[in-house]
């Protein structure tokens, strides 16, 4: 599986911007999604995950209530939802597909691309 992530850009605060992350080849129901972020110089950082069969979801603290992830079978797409947003969501971010449902970037086999995301205050 390959994973493509788009959607970055450029918003001021308290905007709002979609991140899709499309897969090639199948997805296994027992598959989570996860997207993290990596602003520059720090670690990166778990955002939120997806389980792929169930549909359940997990937040970082940081942004409950204002990101939702959500996915598409069809399509073999995951979407991050990111509203109210504040110049420390810049970031480039990352989807990614693991085994269990974890917030540990060890935990996720495959990666895509990031997808560059500036938010000005």
């Known amino acids: 599986v390959q994973l493509q992530a788009s959607g970055g850009g450029w918003v001021q605060a308290g905007g709002s911007l979609r991140l899709s992350c499309a897969a090639s080849g199948r997805i296994f129901s027992s598959s989570v999604l996860g997207w993290f972020r990596q602003a520059p110089g720090e670690k990166r950082e778990f955002v939120a995950l997806?389980?792929?069969?169930?549909?359940?979801?997990i937040y970082a603290d940081s942004v409950k209530g204002r990101f939702t992830i959500s996915r598409d079978k069809a399509e073999n797409t995951v979407y991050l939802q990111m509203n109210s947003l504040k110049p420390e969501d810049t970031a480039a971010y990352y989807c990614?597909?693991?085994?269990?449902?974890?917030?540990?970037?060890?935990?996720?086999?495959?990666w895509g691309q990031g997808t560059l995301v500036t938010v000005s205050s």
């Open positions: 990614a597909i693991g085994r269990y449902r974890s917030i540990a970037s060890d935990d996720y086999d495959t």
């Open positions: 997806i389980s792929w069969g169930a549909g359940h979801t």
